[in-house]
Nanobody, 125 residues
């Protein structure tokens, strides 16, 4: 049973940057970030497969956001650059620990077993 803890959210101006972190209480096969904006569905943002550190991104954030890992701490980070108002959302960390992570599983919320409580990112002037 993996527990996740996110941090790093806050209020930033358009064009600014943030770094989110997520630490797991145990090992995971994959870790990811999802986000949910007010009145919208939760959507995939980025994922990292632990075995080979391969990364996957939603088209809306590719080139602006970067997911990375710190192996010794069971931690993943999300660097958010060139932030836009439409990036405003609660960002959730998720993890897969008991199944083989494949692309279709890693990019869908239904594929994740464990979820953090979320950290809010607000992009506004």
């Amino acid at each position: 049973q993996v527990q996740l803890a996110e941090s790093g959210g806050g209020l930033v101006q358009p064009g600014g940057s943030l770094r989110l972190s997520c630490t797991a209480s145990g090992r995971s096969n994959a870790m990811a970030w999802f986000r949910q904006a007010p009145g919208k569905e939760r959507e995939f943002v980025a994922a990292l497969r632990w075995s080979d550190a391969n990364t996957f991104y939603a088209s809306s954030v590719k080139g602006r956001f970067t997911i990375s890992r710190e192996k010794g701490k069971n931690t993943v980070y999300l660097n958010l650059n060139s932030l836009k108002p439409e990036d405003t959302a609660v960002y959730y960390c998720a993890a897969i620990s008991s199944s083989r992570p494949i692309m279709s599983t890693m990019t869908s919320a239904q594929g994740y077993e464990h979820w953090g409580q979320g950290t809010e990112v607000a992009v506004s002037s």
